[in-house]
């Protein structure tokens, strides 16, 4: 096999626009972008949560996940809450989080089957088998440099 060609950055980078405004376009009725139904997921299976360890668990810096929960509580669909000492907070989902998140779930269903069909179920299957393979391997335990979800 020859070697890689190009930068794979760039080629991550690209790929990752391009499904981002797939399932975007399939979002666009909840009003939540890809990363917001990502958090906001994360938060309804794992809350309550300390936000720390909801950063760590979605290989987010505390920055990052600070920045993206904004949208979320202006909207009022996650709210914090004082933690066990004057640092933490708690996060969790309100009524309307879950609403939201069960609607914008549907969407989801409907984005993943079309990228399944477009690409075909054995290459998406093969990508995550990838993906995994790789986070693991290059996965030092340290924070993340900001990136959002």
């Not at 990752?16 to 139904?37: C, D, K, M, N």
């Not at 079309?114 to 990508?127: C, K, P, Y």
């Not at 088998?129 to 996965?139: S, Y």
Request: net charge neutral; hydrophobic share 40%; charged share 25%.
């Amino acid at each position: 096999m020859s070697p890689p060609r190009g930068c794979t950055n760039l080629k991550l980078r690209q790929l990752s626009r391009l499904v981002t405004r797939h399932y975007e376009r399939h979002f666009a009725e909840t009003g939540l972008r890809i990363t917001q139904y990502s958090l906001l997921s994360h938060v309804v299976s794992l809350a309550p949560i300390r936000a720390g360890d909801l950063a760590a668990a979605m290989r987010l810096s505390p920055s990052a996940l600070s920045r993206n929960l904004q949208p979320l509580v202006a909207r009022q669909l996650v709210e914090m809450a004082p933690g066990e000492d004057a640092r933490s907070r708690i996060v969790e989902a309100t009524v309307a989080g879950h609403a939201v998140r069960a609607s914008a779930q549907r969407d989801w269903k409907r984005a993943q089957l079309a990228l399944n069909e477009r690409l075909g179920v054995e290459r998406v299957a093969a990508l995550h088998d990838l993906i995994d393979a790789c986070v693991a391997e290059l996965d030092d335990g340290s924070d993340d440099d900001g990136a959002d979800a």
